[in-house]
């Protein structure tokens, strides 16, 4: 039973430490997005790039029969949102300095 609760403890601590990591990661990141132009940029071409491979594999996934069709329904509304990215990306300024 004690070694019970205390598998449970510093599982919880673990868990613990890993997300509050995360959340300093996070706003970090976020720190650096709001004054690097230049890595904000980075950062929504990342995110649209993975939308997009995204769907590349759900359209192979149902080509290739092993994805149902309705898997498809959703690919509008992650091009969309790929797009917007990609839109958002080509229209941050970067000075030529940096």
Known sequence: MATQIA???????????ILGYGL????K???RTSHD???RRRVLIRGAVVYVVVGV???VGVATRKERVEALYGLPFGAII???LLRTAIKTKVPPGQ
């Open 7 to 17: 598998t449970i403890i510093i599982g919880v601590l673990v868990i613990g430490l």
């Open 24 to 27: 300093w990661w996070a706003a």
């Open 29 to 31: 990141s976020a720190d």
């Open 37 to 39: 132009p230049r890595y």
């Open 57 to 59: 594999f759900i359209i």
């Open 82 to 84: 790929a797009w917007l």
